[in-house]
């Protein structure tokens, strides 16, 4: 049997190589839903990473061997101990381990109404994480029939649970939704809520009547002229029209106070 030849690759060959495949993986991992397949395409990501940064990686310094004797006697290498060749032997640093934070530096929300918050554990998180992975995996491994199953227990289970109980409306007065729509204000849910929210809306209030005092002050009442008197023994219309149309506003002016 004839043994394959090895093929010889440079290195920014191998660096292009890894960049096209991480581009290719990343998309394909945006095609699927946390499964097993993914599972593998993740771990694919993070390999094809750790070599392109090994291969990007820059030395940090350098032994120069000269007749089998190191420049620079440390504890990775002394004098002596291998059989190398003489030149430069480039040294690099590993890569740090990621630090991970004991707590959460904010809340995140695994799905819609399940949310770890600020402050909670890493760890609880990172559980979360593989039993969800673990989930999917398990649920993506069964049968069509097997899948129905699960769905079905899952909705029986549901029923079991305690339903919260409606919120009752009644306590809250007609047109009260519009008006605190207006003023951007969100309704209140609960009566409790409602009363509190009274109390600070009253407050609200007295302090803007306070704040417009001025404007709120009572108004003087208007003079009322007295009655002209109509002498009916003349026709002069000039006179008693005049005094006819001044005790025509007096009298509205009068009917206006009442009201």
Known sequence: ?????RVQFTKEQL????QEDIAAISDALQCYMPC????????????????????????IGAFHILDQQVGATTDYIKDGEWPISNGVI????????????????????????LIIGKGCKTETLLTA???????????????????????????????MLPQPAPVD???????LDKALG????????????????????????????IRYADEFKEQPVPVVP??????????????????????????AMLKGGAK
Request: one cysteine or more.
């Open 90 to 113: 480039e040294v690099y640093a590993a890569p740090p381990a990621p630090v991970v934070p004991k707590t959460l530096p904010c809340s995140v929300e695994l799905k819609p109404g």
């Open 182 to 209: 207006v003023v951007g204000v969100a309704l209140p849910e609960s009566k409790e809520e409602f009363n509190f929210q009274i109390e600070r809306w009253i407050q609200r209030l007295i302090d803007r009547v």
């Open 169 to 175: 409306k009644e306590f809250i007065p007609k047109n």
């Open 226 to 251: 007295p009655e002209k008197w109509v002498n009916p023994d003349i026709n002069y219309a000039e006179e008693n029209g005049f005094a006819e149309g001044w005790n025509a506003c007096r009298a």
């Open 36 to 59: 097993a397949a993914s599972k593998s395409l993740q771990k694919s990501l993070v390999l094809k990473e750790i070599a392109l940064a090994s291969l990007n990686a820059k030395p």
């Open 129 to 159: 994480l593989r039993r969800r992975a673990e989930y999917y995996a398990k649920l993506e491994a069964m049968t069509p029939e097997e899948r129905a199953k699960h769905g079905a227990s899952i909705e029986a289970f549901k029923t």
């Open 1 to 5: 049997m004839e043994l394959i030849k």
């Open 15 to 18: 660096i292009e190589a890894a």
